[in-house]
């Protein structure tokens, strides 16, 4: 059976890791998420109406980067490899550019619809970078960015 993140975990993790003092609180996380969440469907609608399919590159894109995003999470939250979840961000980071790209190629307001979600992912992947630099292992160094398991 798969790990799942609950919130006692989260709660642990938020008090083992240092946060950079910059890092918003925590209730502007739910509040970000729900309202990309919302902007994610609203612009998939809007392309799926003007492709009349949801055999698009753009709506692939966007199931793409669900993807990349979720097993970035995982890195992140549950095995909490925070060396490898910066280039995970990385990969949501570029990825999140390509949903933009796609959907504006389909429809400029779908993809300005989805634009604060790249802004957001952005502003995570900074502050992904930042926790895995404030947060050296026991022996000091920080972690790897490839796990060697």
Known sequence: SAM??????EKNAIAERKRPSWMPPPLAFPIIWSTIALLRAASAVLIFTTAGTLNSPALLALIV???VGDTWNYINNVEKR??????GVGAVT?????????FYRVLPTAGFLIAPS?????VAAFLVYSIWKINPGADGELELLLPRQ
Do not use: C, E
């Not at 570029?94 to 796609?102: A, D, I």
């Open 4 to 9: 799942v993140p609950k919130m006692a975990d």
């Open 65 to 67: 980067h669900l993807a």
């Open 94 to 102: 570029l990825s999140v550019y390509n949903v933009v790209f796609q």
């Open 118 to 122: 790249a802004v957001w992912i952005s």
């Open 82 to 87: 925070l060396g490898t979840a910066v280039l």
